[in-house]
């Protein structure tokens, strides 16, 4: 059974999706099979990964809501071993139309034991809300990744999304861990950016990934090629910056026999 692993922040904008299709394409050239499942109606995942959601035919919408074979809705990427279930706009309807179904948390998780067997990670993306399903997405999930923008409202919010995953493990998911706090959008220039790291480190310890994502042209140019930041510049900071994430969660997750001081990845080349 491949590990399942939700990215999710109610606020917007805190690098969610670059998380999802960067660390995917990662742990992908690191030889391991990986699905990204979008579950965002803004579908920027889809777009990322190079298909337009306009010409998307079935996606993570009719397996929810119209229970069709995950199978059938899986398309490739020009990564290899990293694979998509894509989103389109009508995944906005899926929470209304979810209200009377039984079980209505646990939709996603019936998708995802379809084909968990299939892959070695699957990694959700989550909208930017804590709404129904996003909570099928921390139901269907083994852990969660929380992105944290290094800057000023960092932390507003967070501990309500910490109650909401802490709501899920008590009556919905007892398995469900904190996968880990990523500190995303880092400017070593700031002082504030800086101060913000520490605050976190500081409230939340161990929670907090080693790794840190640095603010980067190339992460921002990427999805607009429909490529991961891995396929467009391999030797950027971005890139090894997901790499180093990667490492780091096979390390913790004892699927890699490298010693701790090994994973990661000097700096080849800032760009």
């Not at 889809?46 to 306009?54: A, F, I, K, N, Q």
């Not at 409230?203 to 396929?231: C, W, Y």
């Amino acid at each position: 059974m491949g590990k399942v692993i939700s990215i999710a922040n109610q606020k917007g904008g805190v690098g969610k999706t670059t998380t999802a299709i960067n660390l995917g394409a990662a742990l992908a050239v690191l030889e391991y099979k990986t699905l990204i499942i979008d579950a965002d109606p803004q579908a920027n995942a889809t777009s990322g990964l190079g298909h337009d959601p306009r010409n998307v035919q079935t996606s993570i919408y009719e397996c929810i809501i119209d229970e069709i074979d995950p199978q059938k809705t899986i398309i490739t990427s020009n990564t290899p071993n990293l694979y998509l279930i894509p989103a389109h706009i009508d995944l906005v309807g899926a929470e209304i139309e979810m209200i009377n179904m039984p079980n209505r948390e646990k939709m996603m998780k019936k998708v995802v034991e379809k084909i968990a067997d299939q892959y070695d990670f699957i990694l959700i993306d989550c909208s930017p809300s804590l709404g129904l399903v996003t909570v099928n997405a921390l139901c269907a999930s083994d852990s969660v990744i929380v992105p944290v923008q290094c800057e000023y409202f960092a932390l507003e919010g967070l501990g309500k999304l910490l109650n909401t995953i802490k709501i899920v493990q008590s009556r919905l998911n007892q398995s469900l861990d904190i996968e880990g706090i990523l500190l995303t959008m880092y400017d070593m220039r700031l002082r504030l950016a800086k101060q913000v790291v520490e605050e976190v480190r500081t409230h939340f310890q161990q929670m907090v990934f080693d790794t840190i994502i640095s603010r980067n042209t190339k992460l921002g140019e990427a999805p607009s090629f429909g490529e991961t930041i891995i396929m467009h510049d391999a030797q950027s900071s971005g890139a090894i910056n997901y790499l180093n994430l990667a490492r780091e969660i096979l390390q913790k997750n004892q699927m890699t026999k490298m010693g701790e001081s090994d994973y990661k990845i000097d700096f080849l080349n800032e760009k």
